[in-house]
């Protein structure tokens, strides 16, 4: 039907690369900015729902009913996760009242660059369940994607281009997991990986070589259609793991 | 009036030199209670080990006493204990309940406040008014802080479905605030209905078996906490033991980088709170006599083994001669000495081993070029002792600017914007603190914005509290102590622990799983009901 890049380790440090440059303007987006950015892609979505319920059918083997339920719950996903970028602070971070005389707080800021391995079920919505929540708090992403239907991955690429966000902020490379693991795991400018359904060999790969520069990592189990559906798989704690909590200080007086 | 404002410059500085004697202030050490030998804690006991080394007062290199080294049959006894505990009461206990044991530690510390503070200088060498004032008061503090927590986790953390707790951790503290990290690791970890096995550092292993004779008194069930003493051997065996479902570790970045590669693919649970090189900030528009205070305290404090150390000064091209020049009046007149004197700013190093790095250190920054100050200062024959130091003339490539030096040294480079001050600032592998001084407000919180540490001391320095939460961007490590967020590492959230109800075959593009996709149902952990 098509042919799909296979990614390389080069690909996956020019993506890196991207990803960096791209941090410092994203992450100084206001939040209430990046939330209309989500909101938008939710929208181009959902412009483009039909073809998307197509590609599902066609190229995933699902269902009319399936491919249908998919595309909308990625576009409420979408939606959600819009909601929390201005959110997320307010309920995550905290005013610290400390027994001396000093005005303390907390807030989250985004970890950096991270890497997600993307789950192999459901190839549009568990894209979008791992990409939102890492871009919430001003993350910039590169989606690694292996599954029987990465033209969709492809697809989403392109309704992200059309939504304001900015070139860099969410990368996608379609390739093999396990050859590529082992470079992403060791990169020393990734701030954090997220594997969604890691075997225990991956997991200790990417454990390994992330401990050479301290890398954050977080596993999550992939699921079925159904379960990627409903609403446990959304939650401000997919956003947890890929932030930093600063806490400032300063004397109060006169 | 007039007079005054003619006076030459040196008529302002402080110069002590030799004309103001301080008469010894000491501080006795009469009232602590110590026992020869202990051996290790397990099981709401002391137990004899085979082997016992000795701790030493780093000022006077006498043995304190001997403590039990604990070999794998030990640290393997310890942990079935905590997790016989875990799942025998402890988890089930009401948070109320666990509340009133956190309560009472943290009170009877506070009634032996002077003894512990006394004990941590003889065994650590800090000074007396470090221990007695901040080490020891936090303790107690951090106690009665997440004692509170422990009958309201529903609230600590957002979002329906109560958090569980992990069930034993394994947590390894180091030498430069012994009691104060054994706190930090505990008071949260038992709060949150954890038991736990704790390895304090092999230099600084006193005040924590002082605490053992607290947690006794207190009828703390047996083998909620176990205390295991050794150096890194023990550690490493801690990580490695499979009962083990957390390991918590306060210490440098290499050790830290090890843990995580050992625990990789283990499933265990990690918080790491690692090195730093944190970057003093001062602007010309900054109180410059506060700002030197603070660069004291961020520096010379705890004879500079702090790992949020204000190591690296960035001062501002315009004030930087102003500023070096009242940094070496004020450290001139710093106190070297004997810990448990009164009047002492900076005590003993705390090792042999930790002096020769220093040492090391500070032979490298010379050898490179870097200028070093030194007031003049009598060291004691005896003990291990580093005069308070710093460099100027640094460059970001010299290694007394890129590594952790652990002891009072200080770096000094200069800026001229605050973009470059960012820059400089974050040119580290490191991320823990940063402190800025600025009268201005806006300058203030945009430059805190752009550092990437998990603490900022906006105007102040060093400064900690039990409901502030503490710890590192990038290798200083992940994961926060204290507060509410300090809670977390101690909790398994419902979004965590969710596993998939039904097979992976809702999608029929899903194919069946292979070998490299098996983690879509990972095997449950032994505690998981």
């Given at each position: 039907m098509a042919n799909i890049c296979r990614a390389s380790r080069k690909d996956f440090r020019n993506a890196v690369v991207a990803a960096r440059d791209a941090h410092d303007g994203w992450a100084g987006?206001?939040?209430?900015?990046?939330?209309?950015?989500?909101y938008r892609m939710g929208e181009m979505l959902e412009s483009r729902r039909q073809a998307f319920v197509d590609t599902l059918v066609e190229t995933a083997g699902y269902d009319s009913g399936a491919a249908v339920a998919e595309v909308d719950a990625a576009i409420d996903r979408l939606v959600y996760y819009a909601g929390w970028t201005d959110k997320f602070a307010q309920v995550f971070g905290s005013i610290n009242p400390v027994a001396s005389s000093h005005f303390d707080f907390s807030v989250p800021e985004p970890s950096g660059v991270v890497a997600a391995f993307c789950p192999q079920s459901a190839p549009l919505l568990g894209l979008v369940s791992c990409m939102a929540p890492i871009i919430v708090p001003g993350n910039t992403v590169i989606l690694l994607v292996e599954n029987d239907a990465p033209t969709l991955a492809l697809d989403l690429a392109e309704v992200l281009d059309t939504s304001d966000l900015p070139g860099g902020v969410v990368n996608i490379l379609t390739g093999s997991r396990e050859e590529l693991r082992g470079h992403v795991g060791g990169h020393r400018d990734v701030d954090a990986i997220l594997s969604v359904g890691a075997s225990t060999e991956e997991r200790t790969i990417l454990e390994r070589e992330g401990a050479e520069s301290v890398t954050r990592m977080e596993f999550r189990s992939d699921r079925s259609p159904t379960e990627w559906r409903a609403d446990e798989s959304q939650s401000p704690y997919w956003i947890v793991p890929f932030v930093e909590v600063k806490t400032t200080w300063h004397p109060v007086g006169r | 009036m007039s007079e005054l404002e003619a006076a030459p410059d040196t008529a302002r500085e402080l110069l002590f030199g030799d004309e103001w004697e301080y008469a010894p202030a000491p501080q006795s050490a009469d009232h602590v209670r110590l026992e020869d030998r202990y051996g290790a804690f397990v099981d709401g006991a002391f137990r004899d080990t085979d082997e016992y080394f000795p701790s030493i007062n780093p000022a006077t290199e006498e043995t304190i006493a001997e403590v039990g080294l604990a070999d794998e049959q030990?640290?393997?006894?310890?942990?079935?204990?905590?997790?016989?505990?875990?799942?025998?009461?402890?988890?089930?206990?009401?948070?109320?309940?666990?509340?009133?044991y956190l309560y009472r530690i943290g009170r009877m510390i506070k009634e032996k406040s002077r003894e512990f503070a006394v004990l941590e200088s003889m065994d650590g060498g800090k000074p007396i008014r470090e221990s007695r004032d901040m080490d020891i008061p936090l303790v107690a503090a951090h106690f009665f802080h997440y004692a509170g927590w422990a009958d309201k986790l529903e609230y600590a953390l957002p979002g329906p479905g109560r958090p569980r707790s992990l069930g034993v951790c394994g947590q390894i503290i180091p030498w430069n605030f012994p009691l104060l990290m054994a706190a930090w690791k505990l008071a949260p970890a038992l709060a949150t209905g954890n038991t736990v096995v704790l390895k304090p550092a092999e230099t600084t292993p006193l005040t924590a078996l002082k605490l053992a004779e607290v947690i006794q008194e207190a009828g703390l069930p047996p083998g909620v906490v176990n205390i295991v003493q050794g150096a890194g051997g023990v550690g490493s065996a801690l990580v490695e033991h499979p009962e083990v479902d957390k390991i918590a570790f306060t210490g440098s970045t290499e050790v830290g980088k090890h843990i995580q590669k050992q625990l990789a693919g283990s499933q265990k649970r990690l918080t790491l709170e690692l090195g730093g090189k944190g970057a003093n900030i001062v602007f010309e528009d900054a109180p410059i006599d506060q700002a030197v205070e603070g660069i004291v305290d961020?520096?010379?404090?705890?004879?500079?083994?702090?790992?949020?150390?204000?190591?690296?000064l960035l001062v501002q091209e315009s004030v930087a001669e102003e500023v070096t020049q009242k940094l070496r009046d004020r450290i001139a007149t710093l106190r070297v000495g004997h810990p448990l004197d009164k009047n002492t700013d900076i005590g003993a190093i705390n090792s042999q081993q930790q002096l020769e790095k220093i040492r090391r250190l500070v032979d490298i920054g010379e050898q490179e070029g870097a200028d070093k100050f030194q007031p003049e200062c009598d060291l004691p024959e005896n003990g291990f002792w580093f005069p308070p130091t710093f460099f100027t003339n640094v460059t970001q490539s010299h290694r007394i600017a890129q590594e952790e030096i652990f002891g009072p040294v200080l770096s000094v480079s200069t800026f001229r914007t605050p973009e470059e001050a960012v820059e400089r600032a974050n040119n580290t592998e490191y991320g823990l603190a940063s402190g800025i001084w600025s009268d201005k407000g806006s300058k203030l919180f945009s430059i805190s914005q752009a550092l990437k540490s998990g603490v900022v001391w906006g105007n102040t320095y060093n400064k900690f509290?039990?409901?502030?939460p503490f710890g590192g961007y990038k290798e200083s490590g992940f994961g926060r102590e204290g507060g509410v967020h300090g809670l977390l590492p101690y909790l398994e959230l419902p979004s965590q622990s969710w596993q998939p109800q039904t097979p992976t075959n809702g999608s029929p593009s899903t194919k069946p799983a292979s070998s490299t996709s098996a983690g879509a149902s990972p095997e449950p952990k032994a505690d998981d009901t």
């Amino acid at each position: 039907m098509a042919n799909i890049c296979r990614a390389s380790r080069k690909d996956f440090r020019n993506a890196v690369v991207a990803a960096r440059d791209a941090h410092d303007g994203w992450a100084g987006r206001s939040a209430f900015n990046r939330g209309q950015i989500l909101y938008r892609m939710g929208e181009m979505l959902e412009s483009r729902r039909q073809a998307f319920v197509d590609t599902l059918v066609e190229t995933a083997g699902y269902d009319s009913g399936a491919a249908v339920a998919e595309v909308d719950a990625a576009i409420d996903r979408l939606v959600y996760y819009a909601g929390w970028t201005d959110k997320f602070a307010q309920v995550f971070g905290s005013i610290n009242p400390v027994a001396s005389s000093h005005f303390d707080f907390s807030v989250p800021e985004p970890s950096g660059v991270v890497a997600a391995f993307c789950p192999q079920s459901a190839p549009l919505l568990g894209l979008v369940s791992c990409m939102a929540p890492i871009i919430v708090p001003g993350n910039t992403v590169i989606l690694l994607v292996e599954n029987d239907a990465p033209t969709l991955a492809l697809d989403l690429a392109e309704v992200l281009d059309t939504s304001d966000l900015p070139g860099g902020v969410v990368n996608i490379l379609t390739g093999s997991r396990e050859e590529l693991r082992g470079h992403v795991g060791g990169h020393r400018d990734v701030d954090a990986i997220l594997s969604v359904g890691a075997s225990t060999e991956e997991r200790t790969i990417l454990e390994r070589e992330g401990a050479e520069s301290v890398t954050r990592m977080e596993f999550r189990s992939d699921r079925s259609p159904t379960e990627w559906r409903a609403d446990e798989s959304q939650s401000p704690y997919w956003i947890v793991p890929f932030v930093e909590v600063k806490t400032t200080w300063h004397p109060v007086g006169r | 009036m007039s007079e005054l404002e003619a006076a030459p410059d040196t008529a302002r500085e402080l110069l002590f030199g030799d004309e103001w004697e301080y008469a010894p202030a000491p501080q006795s050490a009469d009232h602590v209670r110590l026992e020869d030998r202990y051996g290790a804690f397990v099981d709401g006991a002391f137990r004899d080990t085979d082997e016992y080394f000795p701790s030493i007062n780093p000022a006077t290199e006498e043995t304190i006493a001997e403590v039990g080294l604990a070999d794998e049959q030990t640290v393997d006894d310890a942990v079935l204990a905590a997790r016989t505990a875990y799942e025998s009461h402890w988890r089930d206990l009401p948070g109320k309940e666990r509340a009133k044991y956190l309560y009472r530690i943290g009170r009877m510390i506070k009634e032996k406040s002077r003894e512990f503070a006394v004990l941590e200088s003889m065994d650590g060498g800090k000074p007396i008014r470090e221990s007695r004032d901040m080490d020891i008061p936090l303790v107690a503090a951090h106690f009665f802080h997440y004692a509170g927590w422990a009958d309201k986790l529903e609230y600590a953390l957002p979002g329906p479905g109560r958090p569980r707790s992990l069930g034993v951790c394994g947590q390894i503290i180091p030498w430069n605030f012994p009691l104060l990290m054994a706190a930090w690791k505990l008071a949260p970890a038992l709060a949150t209905g954890n038991t736990v096995v704790l390895k304090p550092a092999e230099t600084t292993p006193l005040t924590a078996l002082k605490l053992a004779e607290v947690i006794q008194e207190a009828g703390l069930p047996p083998g909620v906490v176990n205390i295991v003493q050794g150096a890194g051997g023990v550690g490493s065996a801690l990580v490695e033991h499979p009962e083990v479902d957390k390991i918590a570790f306060t210490g440098s970045t290499e050790v830290g980088k090890h843990i995580q590669k050992q625990l990789a693919g283990s499933q265990k649970r990690l918080t790491l709170e690692l090195g730093g090189k944190g970057a003093n900030i001062v602007f010309e528009d900054a109180p410059i006599d506060q700002a030197v205070e603070g660069i004291v305290d961020g520096i010379y404090f705890n004879q500079g083994h702090v790992c949020c150390a204000g190591s690296r000064l960035l001062v501002q091209e315009s004030v930087a001669e102003e500023v070096t020049q009242k940094l070496r009046d004020r450290i001139a007149t710093l106190r070297v000495g004997h810990p448990l004197d009164k009047n002492t700013d900076i005590g003993a190093i705390n090792s042999q081993q930790q002096l020769e790095k220093i040492r090391r250190l500070v032979d490298i920054g010379e050898q490179e070029g870097a200028d070093k100050f030194q007031p003049e200062c009598d060291l004691p024959e005896n003990g291990f002792w580093f005069p308070p130091t710093f460099f100027t003339n640094v460059t970001q490539s010299h290694r007394i600017a890129q590594e952790e030096i652990f002891g009072p040294v200080l770096s000094v480079s200069t800026f001229r914007t605050p973009e470059e001050a960012v820059e400089r600032a974050n040119n580290t592998e490191y991320g823990l603190a940063s402190g800025i001084w600025s009268d201005k407000g806006s300058k203030l919180f945009s430059i805190s914005q752009a550092l990437k540490s998990g603490v900022v001391w906006g105007n102040t320095y060093n400064k900690f509290d039990p409901a502030s939460p503490f710890g590192g961007y990038k290798e200083s490590g992940f994961g926060r102590e204290g507060g509410v967020h300090g809670l977390l590492p101690y909790l398994e959230l419902p979004s965590q622990s969710w596993q998939p109800q039904t097979p992976t075959n809702g999608s029929p593009s899903t194919k069946p799983a292979s070998s490299t996709s098996a983690g879509a149902s990972p095997e449950p952990k032994a505690d998981d009901t």
